[in-house]
């Protein structure tokens, strides 16, 4: 059993309050909860309007799901949302 855990930093530069970034948060973790049936939070840059950090993890049978599960949910935060990915970090254990 693999372990996957993927950070990705975005930068949203037309959030000018929090509600306007939770707006952005909340669209994006729930769309990811539901097409990849994994576990999102926010784990960093709380108080930061123009700053999200999110923490994906998921559970594979093997190493190549695994990896395949993390590409596809970086290639979907790319495409769903505006907002500027400024770093992405991944662990598998």
């Known amino acids: 059993m693999m372990i996957s855990v993927l950070t ?32 999102v939070a926010e784990t960093g840059s709380q108080d930061a309007h123009q700053s999200i950090v999110i923490t994906i993890a998921a559970v594979a049978a093997n190493n190549a799901q695994s990896d395949s599960i993390i590409d596809n ?8 949302t505006d907002a500027q990915i400024t770093q992405i970090e991944r662990d598998t254990r």
């Open 8 to 39: 990705i930093t975005l930068y949203v530069p037309w959030a000018h309050s929090l509600k306007e970034k939770r707006m952005v948060l909340k669209s994006l973790t729930t769309k990811i909860r539901g097409k990849f049936n994994v576990s």
């Open 73 to 80: 949910v970086i290639n979907f935060v790319e495409t769903a």
